[in-house]
């Protein structure tokens, strides 16, 4: 079931702040009242550590069923706060006060608090699981504004929601706090995520790392350069172009929308914008256009690294698609797709590696002599490609074995061998590989979503556009418009002297 967006509605903050919570007199009890912003001190002051990971774990049902035993009374483990400074932190319950502070605002990532916390840029699949949300806990438990309506018309209110309204007055959420230096809150924050809901390995680099380029670079692509600024310490113009190039890499990787079952061929480079998968992709992506794993990365004090790391992931995403004279215009539903529509993360980072090889040999002529023979072979072996995640795991995990198949692949129609027979050549190199078996098929007598997008990408390819240079499939995103006549040859500018072509082709290999 698709998450909800919660991010926006506790700001982040800068966990390094002077003071700590002493023996002060802390509060010890939270009523709901007091999360309505513009209405409360406690909720003006709350922030999380800037450490923290994006709160967006719980789908509505979750979020419906915790306000629901919040109404009635149950047994809800205690927030836990550190207080330093003007302001409060979240320790361990972030999930909890967003999933309250979205009800008493109506604000379940798409309203008046998330649309100033992503510069009223929400994409349209965080909006549509926000209005979902928003409807689905209006019926399970009842909006809160309809409680305080009753409040307010106790004569002409349901006697039901009255009784609820009433309630609310004295519920609360149990407070602890933890007293001492940063230090220590920060170590407590690390030790009890890990013990509850655990932290991802992706998300453990990304919070440890937070100062560093590559850790900010992935922060800003993640949400095309809105959200919380963890940038916000350089200067104005090096923000604005952190924000610029941030932007400009997520609209490449993901537009237009990812919609299933697949009925287009205009996919999105790496796939849905808004999923768990996102961030571990986008943090791979940030990290191997980098060579991340091959240096000791210091933190970013002044952001001309992350600045440099954004600008390298940039001309990665540049070769892959766009109209910038590097591009080859790889089509994604040929190199990143299953056949059955589903994107393939594991194929997107071994293509990475690909490209980046290629730049060091000088192949990229040679790769575009063979381009039409090695995506035919790319789209008779796809299944390939689910058999090496399957055996080694997908994104990271495989990348490098799936690497070696695509090189060997390479290889082969490099030597002209037919694609028929290139199968059982990869099977001689890689024993795992299974040449008859495609994958589990459907019992039922209905098409379900897989089926139905394999039918339509089965199809569409068929008669899918090609560079007239290459004979490579062209996708929408990377069109160039070539003179078949070259202009220094005399060719004028009309529709007969007109091609389309992949940006590489016509800028580089055709001259």
């Known amino acids: 079931m698709a998450k909800v ?52 774990d719980w789908d509505k049902g979750k979020i419906s069923s915790f306000i629901k035993s919040f109404i009635e009374g149950d047994l809800i483990p205690s927030i836990i706060l550190w207080q330093a400074g003007q302001y409060t932190f979240v320790i361990d319950g972030a999930h909890r006060l967003s999933a309250l502070i979205a009800w008493v605002n109506g604000d379940y990532g798409d309203g008046f608090i998330s649309q100033s916390f992503f510069n009223h840029e929400i994409d349209s699949e965080q909006r549509r699981v926000a209005d979902q949300t928003r409807r689905h806990v209006d019926r399970e438990v009842g909006s809160y504004s309809s409680f305080m309506n009753a409040i307010k018309d106790p004569d002409n209110a349901n006697p039901s929601i009255l009784a ?3 309630k609310l007055g004295f519920l609360s959420l149990q407070l602890q706090w933890v007293t001492g230096s940063a230090e220590k809150a920060e170590s407590s924050f690390f030790t009890i995520n890990q013990k509850a809901t655990p932290i991802s390995d992706t998300e453990i680099s990304l919070l440890k790392a937070r100062k560093k380029p590559y850790a900010m670079a992935s922060r800003a692509i993640l949400r095309s350069g809105a959200g919380h600024k963890y940038w916000d310490s350089f200067d104005p113009v090096t923000q604005s172009e952190v924000e610029k190039l ?48 091959e240096k000791e990365v210091s933190e970013d004090t002044d952001g001309k690294e992350t600045i440099q790391y954004l600008k390298n992931v940039n001309k990665v995403i540049r070769r892959f698609t766009t109209t910038h004279p590097s591009s080859l215009g790889l089509h994604p539903a040929v190199y990143f797709y299953s056949e059955k529509g589903r994107y393939q993360p594991t194929a997107f980072m071994a293509w990475i590696e690909i490209v980046k090889d290629f730049e060091r040999k000088g192949f990229f002529n040679k790769f575009t002599d063979m381009r039409e023979r090695l995506e035919a072979a790319l789209i008779e072996y796809k299944y390939f490609t689910n058999q090496v995640t399957l055996k080694y795991g997908s994104g990271l995990k495989g990348y490098l074995q799936l690497r ?108």
């Open 5 to 56: 967006n919660l991010d926006a509605l506790i700001q982040r903050e800068d966990f390094t702040v002077d003071g700590g919570a002493g023996a002060q007199n802390l509060a010890d009890k939270l009523k709901v009242s007091e999360l309505v912003k513009g209405e409360s001190f406690f909720y003006s002051s709350l922030r999380k550590p800037d450490f923290q990971r994006e709160t967006s």
């Open 164 to 166: 609820i309204a009433n």
């Open 246 to 293: 941030a932007k400009e890499i997520n609209d490449n990787l993901f537009t237009p929308e990812m919609k299933t079952p697949v009925k287009t061929l205009d996919l999105p480079l790496a796939g849905k914008g808004y999923s768990s998968r996102t961030l571990p992709l986008i943090f791979d992506l940030v990290r191997l256009s980098n060579n991340v794993s």
């Open 404 to 511: 070696d198949v695509y090189d060997k692949m390479i290889e082969l129609v490099a030597d002209e061998v037919d694609v028929a027979n290139i199968g059982g050549q990869l099977k001689n190199n890689f024993s795992y590989l299974n040449v008859e078996y495609r994958g589990d098929q459907p019992q039922s007598k209905d098409f379900n979503e897989n089926t139905k997008s394999e039918v339509f990408l089965k199809s569409a390819l068929q008669s899918a556009n090609k560079c007239r240079i290459c004979n490579g499939y062209i996708h929408v995103k990377s069109i160039s418009i070539d003179h078949v006549d070259r202009k220094e040859d005399g060719g004028i500018g009309v529709a007969d002297n007109g091609q389309i072509t992949h940006p590489y082709c016509n800028t580089t290999y055709k001259n």
